[in-house]
C-alpha cells in the first residue's frame, strides 16, 4: 500500500495534496517561526530527554531519508516536560537536509533556513497502544527538532556519518546498538513549540513540535557525507542522490507559536 511519492519534479511536495488532501489542511508542517510573533509562555517548564539507557538497534535508509531506530517497548528513552502531559517514548530520528551550499531545514526562523534539520521522532505510549495508533491521534506524536548549521567538524557526528556507506541505497539496513543521541543535543533546550503535522506523507496531523533554537554546528564535509546516499534502490539503473529531501514551509493558519523563554 501507500502511494508513490518523493523530493522530484513530478513526486515533490507541491504534489503531495493529489494523494494526500490534508496537506493542504490546518495544522501542517514545517512552518515558518517569526520569533517576534512567538509569545512566550511562563507555563511552558523545561523540556527534559531521558535517553540514558537509550536503545538505539539500526540504522537503514528508507528511501526519503537515513533513520536510526529505538527500542521503545518501554520507556527507557523519553522526552517529557515542555508543552506535554506525560512522558513520549523515542521511536526513531533521522535527517533532512540540502544540495551543496543550498539549505535543506523543513523549518525556517525568519525566512532563513539552516543546512539541515534533525528530527527525534518520539510517541504517546500513556494514550495509546502502538506507534501507529498514536501517529494518526492529534496529540500522538512529539518531535523534537535541532537544526543543523555548517562549521567546525561535530564531535560525535561522524558515529553516524562512518556507517552511512552501509545504508546507501533505498531499503538497506545495518545494526546501530548503544547509539545516545544525548550527544547530538546543543547545550540550551529552549525552545518554539506548536501543533503540526508529520512532514512527510501521509502527513497526519499528530504532531507537536518542540524546535530547539539553538543549532548544532556540522561541518560541510560531514554533511557531504549524507548526500552520497541514494533515494534509488541497488539494481535500479538510474541512480537519484539524496539531497533536498525537506518539504518547505507550509502556511500557518492562525495557528500560535509559543515560545520556552
Ligand atoms: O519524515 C518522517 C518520516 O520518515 C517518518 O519518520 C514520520 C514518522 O512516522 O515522520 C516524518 S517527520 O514528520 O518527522 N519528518
Ligand atoms: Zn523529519
Not at 7 to 33: C, F, H, L, T
Not at 123 to 145: F, H, I, Q, R
Request: net charge negative; with cysteine; aromatic share 10%.
Amino acid at each position: 500500500t501507500g502511494h508513490h511519492w518523493g523530493y522530484g519534479k513530478e513526486d515533490g511536495p507541491s504534489s503531495w495534496y493529489k494523494n494526500y488532501p490534508v496537506a493542504e489542511g490546518n495544522r501542517q508542517s514545517p512552518i515558518d517561526i517569526v520569533p517576534n510573533e512567538a509569545s512566550h509562555d511562563r507555563d511552558l517548564g523545561p523540556i527534559m530527554t531521558n535517553y540514558d539507557h537509550c536503545t538505539s538497534i539500526n540504522i537503514s535508509n528508507n528511501g526519503h531519508s537515513v533513520v536510526v531506530e529505538f527500542n521503545d517497548s518501554d520507556d527507557r528513552s523519553v522526552i517529557k516536560g515542555g508543552p506535554l502531559d506525560n512522558p513520549y517514548r523515542l521511536k526513531q530520528f533521522h535527517f533532512h537536509w540540502g544540495g551543496k551550499g543550498h539549505g535543506g531545514s523543513e523549518h525556517t526562523v525568519s525566512g532563513e533556513g539552516f543546512a539541515s534539520e534533525l528530527h527525534l521522532v518520539h510517541w504517546n505510549a500513556v494514550k495509546y497502544k502502538t506507534y501507529g495508533e498514536a501517529s494518526t491521534a492529534p496529540d500522538g506524536l512529539a518531535v523534537l527538532g535541532i537544526f543543523l548549521e555548517t562549521g567546525d567538524d561535530h564531535r560525535w557526528l561522524h558515529m553516524i556519518t562512518d556507517v552511512l556507506y552501509m545504508v546507501k541505497y533505498k531499503g538497506s539496513i545495518t545494526d546501530f546498538k548503544g547509539f545516545n543521541p544525548n550527544c547530538l543535543l546543543p547545550s540550551s533546550l529552549h525552545y518554539w513549540t506548536y501543533l503540526g503535522s508529520l512532514t512527510t506523507p501521509p502527513l497526519h496531523e499528530s504532531v507537536i513540535w518542540i524546535i530547539l533554537k539553538e543549532p548544532i554546528e556540522v561541518s560541510e564535509k560531514q554533511l557531504g557525507m549524507f548526500r552520497m546516499l541514494l533515494f534509488t534502490e541497488e539494481d535500479d539503473d538510474q541512480k537519484m542522490r539524496m539531497e533536498n529531501n525537506f518539504r518547505p514551509p507550509q502556511p500557518i493558519k492562525g495557528r500560535r507559536v509559543r515560545s520556552s523563554n
